[in-house]
């Protein structure tokens, strides 16, 4: 069993920066894939950015230029460091990770972008 806890949403103004952190606790040693996806009210989740344990990256294309994943495979955890934040970035942001084949998922953080 995997724990996902997300920490570092809020309101910020448009073109204004946030970081996400993301750590994992469980029975576990090293998760494949960790990322973040979004949903906005009225709309699918969508993926973000994901990272693998070997570094490789994916990227919304909205996120692409903007937006920074990182990960720490030690401690298992994943950040998200988002800048030029517009307001069509405002939805809750989960933390997922992918391990022994299973998808994790945690609570979720609002994100704000409003002047």
């Known amino acids: 069993q995997v724990q996902l806890v997300e920490s570092g949403g809020g309101l910020v103004q448009p073109g204004g920066s946030l970081r996400l952190s993301c750590a994992a606790s469980g029975n576990i040693i090293i998760i494949n894939a960790m990322g973040w996806y979004r949903q906005a009210p009225g709309r699918e989740r969508e993926l973000v950015a994901s990272m693998t344990a070997g570094g490789s990256t994916d990227y919304a294309d909205s996120a692409k230029g903007r937006f920074t994943i990182s990960r720490d495979n030690a401690k298992n955890t994943v950040n998200l460091q988002m800048n030029s934040l517009k307001p069509e970035d405002t939805a809750v942001y989960y933390c997922?990770?992918?391990?022994?084949?299973?998808?994790?998922w945690g609570q979720g953080t609002q994100v704000t972008v409003s002047s």
């Open positions: 997922w990770g992918d391990y022994e084949a299973y998808d994790y």
